[in-house]
């Protein structure tokens, strides 16, 4: 029996994660992202897969992100009815994640008809909330570390990665027709000091691995989070100004939370509003409750009366007119909004209205993608196109790197030190070339692993042959 990978997503990019893999006649999709940020990467979210959708026996998601798990519903539109395999909590953050995601699709269409700026007649969403609603009843959830198969030859069990609520690595077992082999991948791996979620599990062993290079290139400051976290708000307070700041709606948003009411305890900020502007957001944060296994917040923290979610400066908006109504905020608050890479979703009309505030500051702090408005900004650039119009940033733009979800490079590279065998192919995935290729060359030289691959996009490899 052979055993061929072909990478449809997230090589030499960090969005769009599709990873096929054909088993014998057993055909699986590891990952089913959308492609965000550069126009040449989120054109291929309306190109061919690159396979026929109706040959794919089964999809394996490693976590709810948009850029792993978002093109699901386009997969369904397309004639796909089968197994989608994720963790418990990953399931339920699909249920929030792909009806949003499909919103802003129809949303956006609408808006882009209304002002003309589409150069399609008339602009069509990618899918439809009835597509994401077709995802729903193909879910298949699973319990963290119990094997499970999913075809007489193929085995999955996930392990924890950190990143966010549900995330998994995936070892997979695969029985060959003389010998066993073991497939490892990453998934999104998260910090090791995260303040509210665990660390990565260590994995012993793979035959192959395909890892993610998000940070391969780059080491984040030993800053003290919560420090710098206060002064940039108290910089802001200072000049009467309001921080916005642009977070995914799981993870990012409720470790802000966590940070921002203990420094108002502590008295280190001063006790302002801080209103959370996404439904989804608000949501997600409920899940956090119902799922205590899978993070550090324990029930001193989510119990009534010390419940870091329902904090008295804490105020959670959910309707359109309600979002709008911050607008007109001229006093020191901050606003926590989707999305965290600001492309789409209500950041974009708070940006439109804050970025021309001299007074105001956008506080980024998660990784912004190439092509993305939140990596122009951190770039410096002076005008961003929002609504088809180019709007001045006269605003502070701050990153506060450390509260990224993701490892950074020594941290990836702690990850794998807890290998004690070379795998016999290791791919870097999930990473912009310079990362990727960065972090292969310290893969290279620290432990010495040869077969060391950054995969193209579309590109085929035969892992093994009639095993």
């Known amino acids: 029996m052979d055993v061929n990978i072909k990478f449809l997503g997230g090589a030499r990019s960090v969005t769009g994660s599709k990873y096929l893999l054909d088993i014998g006649d057993f055909r699986l999709l590891v990952d089913c992202g959308l492609f965000q940020g550069l126009k040449e990467l989120r054109r291929r979210n309306w190109q061919d897969i690159g396979v026929e959708v109706n040959t794919i026996d089964a999809v394996i998601l490693t976590h709810a992100h948009i850029d792993h798990s ?26 929030l994640l792909l ?25 069509l969403p990618l899918y439809t909330t009835e597509d994401a609603q077709a995802v729903f009843p193909l879910i298949q959830s699973q319990p963290f570390d119990e094997w499970i198969s999913i075809h007489e030859r193929v085995k999955i069990r996930y392990r924890y990665a950190g990143h966010i609520l549900g995330a ?13 082999k073991k497939l490892v991948f990453s998934g999104d791996l998260g910090r090791y000091h995260d303040p509210v979620m665990y660390p990565p599990v260590h994995i012993e062993h793979a035959d192959v691995l395909l890892v993610e290079s998000t940070y391969g290139n780059r080491q984040v400051e030993k800053e003290e989070v919560t420090e710098r976290l206060a002064a940039l708000v108290n910089r802001v307070v200072r000049r009467e100004g309001v921080v916005l700041i642009p977070a995914f709606s799981v993870g990012r948003t409720q470790t802000l ?6 420094l108002m305890d502590e008295g280190k900020i001063p006790r302002l509003f801080i209103y959370v502007d996404s439904p989804m957001a608000i949501s997600a944060t409920y899940l956090y409750k119902k799922y205590q296994d899978y993070h550090k ?37 901050i606003i926590i909004s989707a999305s965290g890479m600001c492309t789409g979703g209500r950041i974009l009309h708070h940006l439109y209205h804050r970025l021309p505030r001299y007074e105001d500051m956008v506080l980024l702090v998660g990784y912004q993608a190439e092509g993305t408005r939140g990596r122009d900004l951190l770039e410096g650039k002076e005008m961003i196109k929002i609504f088809g119009e180019h709007v001045p940033v006269h605003a502070e733009v701050a990153m506060l790197a450390g509260l990224s979800a993701h490892a950074d490079r020594e941290e990836l590279l702690q990850w794998l030190s807890g290998f004690k065998a070379v795998p016999k192919y290791t791919f870097i995935i999930h990473g912009e070339t310079p990362a990727a290729t960065a972090m292969k060359e310290q893969i290279e030289n620290r ?8 995969p193209n996009f579309m590109e085929s490899f035969r892992l093994f042959d009639g095993i």
């Open 257 to 262: 939370l966590f940070l921002l009411t203990r």
């Open 447 to 454: 432990f010495e692993w040869r077969h060391v691959f950054v």
């Open 168 to 180: 998994a690595i995936v070892e997979m077992l695969i029985q060959g027709d003389h010998q066993q």
């Open 70 to 95: 978002g093109y699901l519903p386009r997969l369904c539109k397309q004639g796909y009815q089968n197994p989608v395999y994720c963790t418990e909590p990953t399931a339920a953050l699909l249920e």
């Open 297 to 333: 917040l324990k029930d001193e923290d989510l119990n009534d009366g010390h419940d870091v979610f329902n904090h008295p400066q804490i105020r959670y908006y959910r309707t359109q007119q309600a979002s709008m109504s911050l607008n007109e905020l001229r006093h020191p608050a």
């Open 99 to 123: 009806p949003d995601a499909a919103q802003l699709q129809e949303e956006e269409a609408r808006y882009a008809a209304k002002k003309g700026y589409s150069k399609h007649n008339p602009p």
